[in-house]
Nanobody
Framework: QVQLVESGGGLVQPGGSLTLSCVASGRIYSIYNMGWYRQASGKPRELVATITRGGITNYPESVKGRFTISRDNAKNTVYLQMNSLKSEDTAVYYC?????????WGQGTQVTVSS
């Protein structure tokens, strides 16, 4: 059974930075695209960043230039470096990965941007 576990969330002031990590564990044969999504209270889940196995990244305009996604294939880990955080970045952040051909989700980690 495959698990994705996020870590690194917390409370940060506006303008601050956080780095999220997501580790995939279990019987893993392949991991292709990985990504981060977020869901603010009362809003639908939205894409934050994606990365292919080869390192091609994609971001929506709302985070472009502030967030950076990266991955370590040897460690089955994906990261999200978040800089210049704004109050509107407050949300639960979820890791997603195409693991063994199946889309898998982590349990989420809370990020709160507030003074």
């Amino acid at each position: 059974q495959v698990q994705l576990v996020e870590s690194g969330g917390g409370l940060v002031q506006p303008g601050g930075s956080l780095t999220l990590s997501c580790v995939a564990s279990g019987r893993i044969y392949s991991i292709y695209n990985m990504g981060w999504y977020r869901q603010a209270s009362g809003k639908p889940r939205e894409l934050v960043a994606t990365i292919t196995r080869g390192g091609i990244t994609n971001y929506p305009e709302s985070v472009k230039g502030r967030f950076t996604i990266s991955r370590d294939n040897a460690k089955n880990t994906v990261y999200l470096q978040m800089n210049s955080l704004k109050s509107e970045d407050t949300a639960v952040y979820y890791c997603n990965g195409l693991v063994n051909g199946v889309g898998s989700w982590g349990q989420g980690t809370q990020v709160t941007v507030s003074s």
